[in-house]
Every structure is written in structure tokens, then in C-alpha cells.
């Protein structure tokens, strides 16, 4: 058992451009986060239907900390380019799991590995110390919205 936070939310509305901050936003089921450029479908791997893998992205603080103490990066949740940043939650464990959000029931669907576009957007060497700590891909089962601070728990079975 876990309980986590919801520390921040980022969205983007077009491929590339900057990740922007929100206080809230409505996750939609089966869709993504609104606004966002999956959602919208104006994403970088956008083809087609929106891919449960697409709707959105979370990324634990503690990952963070770790790169930026380990490979001296200076990096923040926006440069992931992650959706939701948490604190208190084991998302590698979570794959194949679901779990809430405050009201919002989402469910992991694979890790979210950095790639070679995230480095070509925001600084060398990100790529290589995000490995198996970049976070969590998920999907949304139940949507709402989702607030800055909510608390984050395994789903109720």
C-alpha cells in the first residue's frame, strides 16, 4: 500500500513546444488530459486513435531529485516533459495496476522510458539518466479533474 501526492501538472498543447503548468485539469476517459497534445492529438508519436500509452504521463519527484543529485543535471518536471509530477508513489510498480487520483481511476500501462527526442529537446544526458526511472505510462479509466495536491492510493477493488 502507498498514498502519494500529486505534486504538479503539465500539459503541452503542440508537439515540441514547452511544457506549461496547471493548478487543475480535466483527465478524460479514454482521451488524455484536455489541452493536451496527445489528447488533441497533435503529439510527436500521435498516429490515429489515441493509444492508452498516450493519454498521460506521470514522473516521481524522487526520479528527479536522483538525476539531478547523480548526473548533475539541472532539471525540472517540465523539462520530463511529463504530465503529473508525484511524490510517494512507486510508479514502476504500477504497470498493469490501477489507482486513483483523487477522483480520477487511471491505470498503468507501461514504463515511460526517455528517448533520444526528449534529449533533442531539453539537455544531454537526460536520456541515459531517466533509464527505468522516467516514469509511468497510464491510461484513464474514470475520468474528472485532477487537482494539484490530490492524494494518490490504489485504486478501491
Same mark, same amino acid.
Given at each position: 500500500?502507498?498514498?502519494?501526492?500529486?505534486?504538479? +501538472?503539465?500539459?503541452?498543447? !503542440?508537439?515540441?513546444?514547452?511544457?506549461?503548468?496547471?493548478?487543475? *485539469?480535466? !483527465?478524460?476517459?479514454?482521451?488524455? @488530459?484536455?489541452?493536451?497534445?496527445?489528447?488533441?492529438?497533435?503529439?510527436?508519436?500521435?498516429?490515429?486513435?489515441?493509444?492508452?500509452?498516450?493519454?498521460?504521463? @506521470? *514522473?516521481?519527484?524522487?526520479? *528527479?531529485?536522483?538525476?539531478?543529485?547523480?548526473?548533475?543535471?539541472? +532539471? $525540472? %518536471?517540465?523539462? $520530463?516533459?511529463?504530465?503529473?509530477?508525484?511524490?510517494?508513489?512507486?510508479?514502476?510498480?504500477?504497470?498493469?495496476?490501477?489507482?486513483?487520483?483523487?477522483?480520477? $481511476?487511471?491505470?498503468?500501462?507501461?514504463?515511460?522510458?526517455?528517448?533520444?527526442?526528449?534529449?533533442?529537446?531539453?539537455?544531454?544526458? *537526460?536520456?541515459?539518466?531517466?533509464? %527505468?526511472?522516467?516514469?509511468?505510462?497510464?491510461?484513464?479509466?474514470?475520468?474528472?479533474?485532477?487537482?494539484?495536491?490530490? $492524494? +494518490?492510493?490504489?485504486?478501491?477493488?
Amino acid at each position: 500500500m502507498f498514498e502519494g501526492r500529486l505534486l504538479a +501538472i503539465a500539459i503541452s498543447n !503542440a508537439a515540441a513546444l514547452p511544457m506549461q503548468p496547471a493548478g487543475q *485539469i480535466e !483527465a478524460i476517459t479514454g482521451q488524455g @488530459l484536455r489541452g493536451d497534445r496527445y489528447a488533441e492529438k497533435k503529439g510527436t508519436f500521435t498516429r490515429g486513435e489515441i493509444q492508452p500509452s498516450q493519454q498521460v504521463t @506521470l *514522473i516521481e519527484s524522487e526520479a *528527479i531529485e536522483a538525476a539531478v543529485r547523480d548526473a548533475k543535471l539541472n +532539471i $525540472t %518536471h517540465l523539462d $520530463t516533459r511529463r504530465n503529473l509530477l508525484t511524490k510517494g508513489v512507486p510508479l514502476n510498480h504500477l504497470v498493469g495496476q490501477t489507482f486513483a487520483i483523487g477522483q480520477v $481511476t487511471l491505470r498503468g500501462v507501461k514504463l515511460c522510458e526517455p528517448c533520444g527526442h526528449l534529449e533533442k529537446l531539453t539537455c544531454q544526458g *537526460i536520456e541515459k539518466t531517466l533509464r %527505468h526511472r522516467g516514469g509511468l505510462r497510464a491510461e484513464i479509466i474514470e475520468g474528472g479533474t485532477l487537482r494539484v495536491g490530490d $492524494t +494518490i492510493r490504489p485504486a478501491a477493488e
